[in-house]
């Protein structure tokens, strides 16, 4: 699969990633068949450069030396996910700032920058925000909604293959081709 990029609100559930961000970028994955070599890279602090997310995490040794690691990264993530991620690249949940290693640095610009997720699966159709695919644009009217393959027949909304991010852009596109293609049904009678 080609790669993907998108930004956005990212919400961690008890089933797995959800928010704006994922269902956006999931589209990219629901056509295949297996998700092996399916991955997520995400960046938790997309407005810091490496260098200076170092610099930061660098200083917090100097600033905040006895604090927790995990309670003085809240400043750059949510508290939760910042004890997670220390956690997780295998430091103590009760590591303090003084003494940051370099490699410990490095751990933690890697797990901030690009934290790498494997994707395993969706939760399928029965829980799609949006649905894509559908009768091609291409044997669709534009102009009428009427379909080019078999006059008489009007088609909208997610009929056709016609879908866009998250935030109502596929409520406007089926309400707006809905009214096109009622109006020229009603024009034809």
Known sequence: LPPLK???SLLFTHFGLSGPVILNVSKAITHSDTYKDCHLMLDFVPDLKIE??????????????????SVALSNLVPRRLAEHLTVHIGLASDRKCVGITREE????????????????????????????GGIPLNEVDSKTMESKC??????????????????????????????????????RK
């Open 105 to 132: 640095r490095q751990k933690i610009c890697t797990a901030l920058k690009s934290c790498r997720l494997e994707i395993n699966g969706t939760l399928g159709y029965a829980k799609a925000e949006v649905t894509s």
């Open 52 to 69: 200076e997310l170092a610099k930061k995490i660098s200083d917090l040794a100097s600033t905040d030396g006895k604090k927790l690691l």
């Open 150 to 187: 078999t006059k008489g027949l009007f088609l909208a909304g997610e009929i056709i293959d016609l879908d866009g991010p998250i935030g109502g852009y596929n409520f406007q596109a089926a309400w707006s081709t809905g009214y096109l293609a009622g109006k020229s049904m009603a024009a």
């Open 6 to 8: 998108d930004r956005g």
